[in-house]
């Protein structure tokens, strides 16, 4: 597999482009049972991928469990700060928190106002402007003039350039940090007062390099957005608490990330690639093929606004599966000829996470789905369907805790129209990624729900 990726994409993607729709042709042929004795094999396909699923999920109830447990508490910091040098404020390192913005006047004014109000004794906020067109710099600039007035000690810049892409605004940012920690956040991103002292915790940790931080809905008043947040909560930010146990979270989500300026500069910075769609996944993955740990942390939490309707929730979705598959693409070489089991682990798991179960998973969707309408059969849909149920239930007692049983009947509306309907989405971007689609930024359009 290393031999196929370190090959130029023009002579990848085409092979995966067509083993995964032969393999679609193949999952429905299964189904009707058009070709002899393919049924049964998709049928042991299917019993051997839903191991695969429970041991998946197993090992990351296990080490998310395990990651809970060792979060350090307030009660432990204060114990520790003896040893670990936090007695004063003085003591604390400083942090310049990154926003990069474009045509942000709906959100802006509220995003600053909560960052400059964050319970941190030393850290400085810079804005930068990637080329608006709107009022976002002038609100800027009034909050400034505000800022100056008022008795608040954090350092607030405005920062403009020509219109050149969100990884440029970033490190644009980056030049111009004072700080030893770098936290980037989104432009509606509105963070918990105390995300910072909780972040910066995990650096007492030499190994870390970086620190992913919490991702929920703040516009959450909508049927969308009450699925996107259910799946922030079983999915994504689940998926961040058991990798964190092992030090290789493998995206650090653009609402909230903090970490450590001199490994930003040691990696070259954020990528401006124009034909790169996630550059926070790839400037993770970077840092994990250098050997360092990435960890996450649910106390620092950043609120976001989630798409409230459901074109642009697919063109966001878009973006990110195809990233995903670019920064697997560009980095898997690198992990493999670093030689290093760590690093093999993290090539393998994002090959399996990246594409492969999503893949698999969708095939036996189809299989399922051909063979109920061909036979009405029935056992073998209520069984996928149940155990992906049951598996995203147990998620949910974890992440949930007292009361989860109140979210049982948004989680199977969630599972049975949403959560499909995202997966067929995936595997089209996917495909679309194959086969070289162009593919432009379409930013989300924020409508003001931070509140």
Request: proline share 3%; with cysteine; charged share 20%.
């Amino acid at each position: 597999m290393s031999t196929m990726f370190q090959q130029s994409p023009t002579a990848v993607k085409p092979f995966l482009f067509a083993a995964t729709l032969i393999l679609f042709v193949i999952s429905i042929l299964a189904g009707l049972e058009l070709w002899n004795g393919l049924h049964q094999v998709m049928v042991h396909v299917f019993l051997v991928f839903g191991f695969v699923l429970i041991v998946r999920h197993i090992i990351l109830l296990y080490a998310a469990w395990q990651r809970n447990k060792e979060l350090p508490t307030e009660q432990s910091i204060h114990n520790s700060q003896s040893t670990h040098g936090f007695n004063s404020a003085n003591d604390y390192p400083s942090i310049s928190i990154i926003i990069p913005a474009y045509n942000e006047e709906s959100v802006i004014q509220q995003s600053l106002s909560s960052l400059l109000q964050l319970d941190y004794p030393d850290y400085e906020v810079i804005m930068v402007d990637d080329g608006s067109s709107d009022n976002t710099v002038s609100i800027a600039q009034n909050i400034l003039k505000k800022h100056q007035l008022s008795q608040n000690s954090t350092s607030l810049r405005i920062l403009t350039q020509t219109n050149a892409g969100k990884s440029s605004a970033l490190n644009m940012g980056l030049r111009h940090a004072q700080g030893e920690l770098v936290l980037c956040v989104d432009s509606d991103s509105r963070l918990a007062s105390d995300s910072l002292k909780w972040g910066v915790e995990h650096f007492k940790d030499p190994r870390v390099a970086a620190v992913a931080g919490h991702v929920e809905v703040a516009n959450s008043n909508h049927w969308l957005t009450r699925f996107q947040q259910l799946e922030y909560l079983i999915s994504q930010n689940f998926v961040r608490r058991g990798l964190s146990w092992f030090g290789i979270v493998t995206v650090i989500p653009g609402p909230v990330g903090l970490f450590k300026r001199q490994v930003i500069e040691e990696v070259g910075g954020y990528s401006e690639d124009k034909n790169l769609f996630a550059e926070d996944a790839d400037l993770t993955v970077r840092f994990l093929t250098k050997g360092y740990r990435i960890v996450s942390e649910d106390r620092m939490m950043a609120s976001t606004e989630a798409p409230v309707e459901i074109y642009p929730l697919l063109r966001q979705r878009y973006r990110w599966k195809r990233g995903i598959y670019q920064t697997l693409h560009l980095n898997f070489k690198e992990l493999i000829l670093a030689n290093q089991s760590r690093q093999s682990f993290i090539a393998v798991f994002l090959v399996l996470e990246g594409f492969f179960m999503e893949v698999m998973s969708f095939a036996i969707t189809l299989f399922i789905l051909a063979s109920f309408f061909r036979f009405a059969e029935l056992k073998l849909l209520y069984a996928w369907f149940g155990l992906l149920f049951i598996l995203d239930v147990l998620v949910l007692i974890l992440a949930v805790g007292k009361g989860w049983w109140k979210a049982i009947p948004l989680l199977f509306m969630q599972k049975l129209v949403y959560g499909y309907a995202l997966q067929g989405w995936g595997v089209f971007s996917l495909l679309d990624e194959w086969r070289s689609s162009k593919m432009s930024w379409d930013k989300v359009e924020r409508v003001g729900g931070l509140s």
